[in-house]
């Protein structure tokens, strides 16, 4: 009787190969690991502008802006039509509750800001405050 001999890879073709999807790997890598840091900033950018189409909304039927963004889901004030939300408040990219103050800054009705990577006021780069104007 006459055994077939099983083909398959030796240990030094499967050591190559490891090695080349390695290196392209580590060329391939940095580039989408800096990607992730600005579509969490766009992610953000875009939360607030939806966050900010509900307060108009909370704003036109009860004539105020809310005091919390809580609000926007359930509220008894006077002449709400909500939820203004689909889901509850969403948190920022990095895990944190957005900062909403009323009055705002400056004279304004209200600000919106997310601070970033670090939670904390300041930064630069992925820790540099994100505010909503």
Known sequence: ?????????????????????????????????????????????????????AINTY????????????????????????PYLPKEVPLDPWGAAYDYKTPGDNGALYSLKSFGADKQPGGEGDNEDIIHK
């Open 1 to 53: 009787m006459k055994l077939n001999r099983i083909q398959g890879f030796t240990l030094i073709e499967l050591l190559i190969t490891i090695v080349i999807i390695g290196l392209l790997a580590s060329l391939v890598a940095p580039d989408m690991f800096s990607k992730v840091s600005s579509s969490k900033r766009k992610t953000a950018q875009t939360q607030m502008a939806m966050l900010e189409t």
């Open 59 to 82: 704003r036109l039927d009860v004539g105020t802006v809310p005091a919390s963004l809580t609000e926007l889901t359930q509220s008894k004030a006077s002449g709400w039509d909500g």
